[in-house]
């Protein structure tokens, strides 16, 4: 299966800060992904090196197997939904589409006046006065007539209110279904990610903590509950992810490659929601640390 | 992409036409009428050998609507850099749409290229109309202007034939740069703003005058280049001369850079106690003021004093570009700017290929 996004050691730095470093990964073609992580992890900068608007600082990626950004072709075969959903106030939605008409050889332009007729924008009114959720309609439409291969979106629905943003996930899923696109999301809200996406990225404190497919995820991560004790005696092939204690009691997120089958531990599986949570926990991410240190 | 930088741009291209056209059709109407007044003054005056009151009197009386003309030939380019130039990038970039524009199938060197382009050449027109009409129009009074006011003196030159074009095209396109390095509108106006003044006050002060080598000769005096004299003092040992430093004889229009009076042997006179007309230095020559034509009671007039005075050998030295070298001067200025406008293009591409998200 070909890559939609490739990185190897991939960095970037604004100033003296990394916004994002020694990103490696290699997501496979035809998934709904998801990439995840607060506020500052990172998302952004990984989403616009992957869409051209930013050059790395270190490493390389490559983009459906090309540079991004470099040449027409390549801008050609990815679409980009930019954080807030920005559009030209003072153009009309029919004037976006013939911006969108004028500047993609791909353009397909039936699918976008079908497409803004359904979602019930008048091609006469100004895109300035549209709604947020019927901007991010906009900018998802000059996305899809694009016909892109891969579709980039940065926090495409942060701004929208519940039912919006619930419609606006769902056209892009059904959209992705029929075109056969590879989607690229990201989002500091899980609950939206587990809805859509088949494949996950959690980015936090500008490096990527994990990524696979979520089914796969689900079933390599586990609960384990028991009396309290070190992480570090936790049994071999046994990953550390978070870590919690109580006076009595130690609660661990772990990945194992295999189930797990000590009597002294409570097993349980672990939601997508919770699974995130524990890589984004920062308190486990020191403590994770200190492990892999004694490990090491 | 053409379709998208017009649609853009339509809005302030229509009020710039709307503007020079009634400019147009200002000088277009009063214009005419300049010159025939000029024409006739000039067949008046020729007989009796008092052009220069007529140009005095002419000049006078249209000096406001010459000073608003180069004024407006002047701040043309200035508007071009900080309402098109400045705001081309940073608008994008504050609305967030550079995103989007830039996420279609064009590059962003295309992107700029069209419209560094389009809008440039659209600059350029217009301020070469602008200019070319204001040209047309000033010519009459161009030909009877104060030597402060000639075609050659800095403030002026600035605002006639071809030159405004290289300034509205460097104007616009040092706006476009320091909106790309700046990144936010308003300080990259402002930015440009005071860059553009600072550029346009140092060509005319430190590059122009150097442009070719300037002339230096030394003349000898008379009505063009002595504003009037005055006895030093009681004791009547010399004569305080108010020497022009703007005019020599025989080369109306040009541009003096330097002027000042020399005794027989080379030498510079000093003297410059007493205050003068504008634009003149005070020299003081030792002359009899009590006999002699320089006595005023001789009765003999300024001609007299002066003739004396040319007699013992002082002169004019003064260094000057002439008026012949208007048009060549105007190409080597254009050009300048012209090379100025392509080494900023150069950064601006640059920038915006690796330095902007």
């Known amino acids: 299966m070909t890559s939609v996004l490739q990185a190897q050691a991939l960095g970037k730095k604004y100033g003296s800060r990394w916004a994002l470093r020694e990103c490696t990964i290699d997501i496979p073609a035809g998934h709904i992904v998801g990439l995840v992580g607060p506020n500052g992890a990172g998302k952004s900068t990984l989403l616009k090196l992957a869409g051209g608007q930013l050059e790395p600082t270190a490493g390389g990626i490559s983009v459906l197997g090309g540079r991004p950004g470099s040449t027409p072709a390549q801008l050609a075969k990815v679409g980009f939904v930019a954080q807030d959903t920005p559009v030209y106030a003072s153009l009309t939605v029919a004037e976006h589409l013939r911006l969108g008409a004028r500047l993609n050889p791909r353009w397909d332009g039936a699918m976008a006046r079908e497409r803004i007729a359904r979602l019930g924008l008048v091609p006469a009114h100004r895109a300035g006065k549209l709604s947020g959720g019927q901007r991010a309609q906009l900018t998802l439409t000059l996305g899809l007539a694009k016909r892109p291969d891969l579709l980039i979106l940065d926090e495409p629905a942060a701004a929208l209110d519940p039912l919006a943003r619930h419609e606006f996930l769902q056209h892009l899923m059904e959209a992705a279904a029929e075109r056969k696109l590879s989607v690229v999301l990201s989002s500091h809200l899980v609950s939206d990610l587990e809805r859509v996406c088949d494949y996950l990225v959690v980015l936090v404190d500008s490096r990527v903590q994990i990524a696979g497919r979520t089914d796969h995820l689900l079933a390599t991560h586990y609960r384990l509950t028991g009396p309290r004790r070190d992480p570090g005696r936790l049994p071999a092939g046994q990953y550390v992810v978070s870590a919690r204690h109580t006076d009595r009691q130690s609660t661990f997120v772990v990945r194992a490659g295999d189930p797990m089958h000590d009597p002294a531990w409570t097993v349980s599986r672990i939601s997508l929601e919770d699974l995130v949570l524990a890589y984004m926990d920062r308190r486990t991410a020191e403590h994770r640390r200190v492990t892999q240190e004694v490990q090491g | 992409m053409i379709w998208l930088t017009w649609r853009q741009f339509r809005g302030s291209a229509a009020m710039t036409a709307a503007v020079l056209l009634v400019l147009g059709i200002a000088l277009a109407v009063t214009g005419p009428g300049l010159a025939s007044r000029y024409a006739a003054g000039i067949a008046d005056c020729t007989p009796n050998d008092t052009c220069t009151d007529f140009f005095d009197r002419f000049f006078g009386e249209y000096q406001i609507p010459f000073l608003a003309l180069t004024l407006v030939v002047l701040i043309l380019p200035a508007l071009a850099g900080l309402f098109w130039g400045a705001p081309l990038v940073t608008r994008e970039l504050e609305a967030g749409t550079h995103l989007l524009v830039w996420n279609q199938s064009i590059t962003r060197a295309r992107w700029l290229a069209v419209k560094l382009g389009l809008i440039g050449l659209v600059a350029m027109a217009s301020a070469g109309v602008c200019a070319l009409a204001v040209t047309w129009w000033s010519d009459p009074l161009d030909k009877s202007a104060v030597p402060e006011m000639a075609r050659m003196a800095p403030v002026v030159f600035g605002a006639r034939g ?72 009681r004791q009547g040992g010399a004569m305080q001369v108010f020497l022009s430093t703007s005019a020599v004889p025989g080369h109306a229009g040009a541009w003096v850079l330097s002027s000042d009076l020399v005794d027989p042997s080379g030498r510079v006179v000093g003297g410059d106690r007493a205050s003068g007309p504008s634009s003149t230095i005070a020299r003081s020559v030792p002359v009899s003021t009590t006999s002699g034509p320089c006595a005023p009671r001789a009765g003999l007039g300024t001609d007299a004093c002066t003739a004396e005075i040319n007699r013992l050998g002082y002169r004019q030295q003064a260094t000057y570009q002439p008026l012949e070298r208007f048009w060549t001067f105007q190409g080597i200025e254009t050009g300048t700017y012209a090379l100025l406008t392509l080494a900023l293009t150069w950064l601006c591409f640059r920038r915006i290929r690796t330095g902007l998200s």
Request: glycine content about 6%.
């Open chain 2, 162 to 233: 071809i030159t405004p074009m290289g300034y509205a095209v460097f104007a616009f396109v040092l706006g476009v740069t320091l909106g790309v390095l700046v990144r936010r509108t308003l300080p990259a106006m402002a930015v440009t703003l005071v860059a553009f003044a600072a550029i346009q006050l140092a060509m005319p002060l430190l590059v122009r005058p150097y442009l070719m080598p300037p002339v230096t000769s030394t003349f000898e005096l008379g009505r063009t280049n002595v504003e009037g004299m005055v006895p030093q003092d």
